[in-house]
């Protein structure tokens, strides 16, 4: 413990925390979790990147409108080097879903910030390409939020048969 704030034992782990003071660490389901303000998921990312997690392999959101009116975005990164895994999670409201892309820092955050985005709305802010990757480009809403309509619209891809 440092600063009455518990911290891994591991040293890489270790070094994450120390870098970002606000990050708070627990384990979750036998993983190791920072969750940290929205405001430092980029210093956060860029931290581990630093200590040697090499790899994202995955960045999605939790829709907790119904619960807090808040998303919650978390990446899995990974450390081959270390054989480490890391859960980054922190929330941005139902308001103004915005965050820093993790793209300068894993370029492989693309698609899954893309996703995110089409799914539940969160922009990442300066995405090389904040465009849908799933739905329609004329498609209105978001269809993983917990408060969309479900079941009322066909959805019409560019290049299938058209339903009449």
């Not at 003071?21 to 430092?40: C, F, I, M, N, Y």
């Not at 956060?44 to 619960?67: K, P, S």
């Not at 450390?79 to 965050?99: A, N, Y």
């Not at 849908?132 to 993983?144: C, N, S, V």
Request: with cysteine; aromatic share 10%; charged share 25%.
């Amino acid at each position: 413990m440092t600063e009455g704030r518990p911290l891994p034992d591991h040293p890489v782990l270790r070094s994450i925390f120390e870098a970002v003071p606000e990050a708070v660490w627990k384990r979750s389901h036998g993983q190791d979790v920072a969750s940290v303000p929205a405001t430092l998921w980029k210093e956060t990312a860029e931290a581990a990147h630093r200590a040697g997690f090499e790899m994202l392999v995955d960045v999605t959101t939790v829709d907790r409108v119904r619960t807090r009116r808040s998303f919650e975005v978390v990446a899995s990164l990974l450390s081959l080097g270390h054989r480490l895994r890391l859960r980054v999670i922190t929330e941005v409201s139902e308001d103004d879903p915005r965050i820093a892309s993790l793209c300068s820092v894993f370029p492989g955050a693309n698609f899954f910030e893309r996703e995110a985005y089409d799914m539940f709305g969160v922009v990442f802010d300066d995405h090389p390409d904040m465009t849908r990757i799933l739905m329609p480009d004329d498609w209105e809403g978001h269809p993983l939020r917990k408060d969309f309509a479900v079941g009322w619209v066909p959805v019409q891809f560019k290049a299938a048969n058209q339903v009449r």
